[in-house]
């Protein structure tokens, strides 16, 4: 069938004032402010990249030197670590061949370090491991000492060996989850199994690629590892001494250093923001120096 005829003028016609679409707004929320636009972040260097390795590795130091101090006083405060599941998944299931109802506990401990990772995760921006290169403040960081603090609380004052357990691998968890957050690399500040083996195939494959005479692969994550190990190390001396002087009490070291880390240590470390100069500055400078020429 044909179509009908479209009147000049009328609403039918494409020219018709109404007819026509509306120049689009810009989107608003509900009070009337208009949304900037999203720009897109540049991409971080990666670990090879990073003109502050020595920083990194600073930071990798402390971190381990802390998770290590923790799990030396929650061994000897509650006859179990609680920075890693590996072994602790091990015992639960010896005590569950035994019959104990320990084994209960040490499966609490593997949940709660899944939930602590599960925070990092959901808290995005709030708990990525780039706060303390970028001068931010960690929240998350920050909650993972409060836990600390709060746990020390409840083994002293409560008498509550098992929950402190619980809310120490909570921590440990979350502390873990935001150091593994790190764009140039995982740091995973609570334990080092991983690292190790990592740094094991470096080594193997820079041997065979000098043998048939190929490039060397890089190595920073092998120095990485190893001063994380000396964390490690420093981190469960520290906590044999603390332990005798204080002993539960030893776990608000590192819950302080851990909060220290997450507030005053990125505006010490983070690299100071690039000099921005606009063009209108650099115009008025050619000016001011045209003249001065023009005049001589």
Not at 64 to 85: C, D, K, Q
Not at 118 to 131: I, M, P, R, T, Y
Not at 262 to 288: C, G, N
Request: hydrophobic share 40%; proline share 7%; with cysteine.
């Amino acid at each position: 069938a044909s179509s009908l005829p479209r009147a000049s003028g009328s609403r039918l016609d494409p020219a018709h004032p109404e007819t026509q679409s509306a120049p689009s707004k810009p989107k608003g929320d509900m009070s009337g402010n208009l949304s900037k636009p999203q720009q897109p972040s540049s991409p971080r260097p990666n670990l090879e990249q990073r003109t502050d390795f020595h920083k990194i590795l600073w930071v990798a130091w402390l971190y381990t030197t802390i998770a290590g101090m923790l799990n030396g006083v929650a061994v000897l405060e509650l006859g179990t670590p609680v920075g890693y599941t590996s072994g602790p998944a091990v015992n639960a299931g010896r005590f569950l061949a035994l019959g104990d109802v320990s084994s209960r506990k040490i499966l609490g401990i593997c949940t709660m370090f899944f939930m602590g990772g599960l925070l990092a995760g959901l808290g995005e921006e709030h708990c990525d491991g780039d706060h303390i290169f970028e001068g931010r403040t960690s929240p998350g960081m920050l909650l993972s000492s409060a836990l600390l603090v709060l746990g020390t609380y409840v083994k002293r004052h409560l008498k509550h060996p098992t929950t402190t357990m619980q809310i120490w691998a909570l921590s440990q968890g979350l502390m873990n989850g935001i150091s593994s957050r790190f764009s140039a690399c995982p740091i995973r500040g609570t334990h080092t199994a991983g690292g190790q083996t990592d740094a094991a195939l470096t080594v193997a494959t820079k041997i065979l690629n000098a043998r048939r005479g190929l490039p060397k692969p890089p190595m920073r994550k092998v120095w990485m590892n190893a001063v994380s190990c000396l964390g490690m190390v420093m981190g469960g001396l520290l906590s044999v001494r603390a332990h005798k002087k204080m002993g539960c009490l030893a776990a608000l070291i590192p819950a302080g250093l851990l909060a220290f880390s997450a507030t005053l240590l990125p505006k010490m470390i983070a690299a100071p923001p690039p000099v921005v100069v606009s063009t209108t500055a650099i115009l008025d400078e050619h000016q001011k120096e045209s003249k001065s020429t023009s005049s001589s």
